[in-house]
């Protein structure tokens, strides 16, 4: 039996929320979804989360805020932005803040779940990889 794993995706847009949600459930992972960075800080899925898909531009806390956020409270779950203003600067900035993953709106679904699927192999509970 393989173990589902807990994808929490935050997003303010709520299309994007259910379309996302709809995908990785349909690849068997147990999907969260949160409009915003704070709802996701304060629930319980912080601490379950496999991998944390943020959008870069929420209105009040970004997703590099979200990031800087849970490395500063020691959660080491993989982090892969999506953001609809993807421009060189937004993408250097990513990579070095340490993103396992960046995609532009709109994105295509196989890439995002072929990356989905790699962090996932590498990241393994109980790891602080």
Sequence with gaps: MVLSNTISVVDDDPSI???????LKSQGHIVHTFASAEEFLESSQLNSTSCVIADVQMPTMSGFELLEQMR???????????????????????????VTGFFAKPFPAPELMACVDEVLREHRPGTNA
Excluded: E, Y
Excluded at 17 to 23: E, F, K, M, T
Excluded at 77 to 96: E, G, Q, V, Y
């Design 17 to 23: 929320r259910v379309a996302l949600n709809n995908l």
């Design 72 to 98: 500063a409270q020691g959660h080491a779950a993989p982090f892969i932005l999506i953001t609809a203003f993807a421009d060189d600067r937004t993408r250097a900035r990513a990579l070095s803040a340490g």
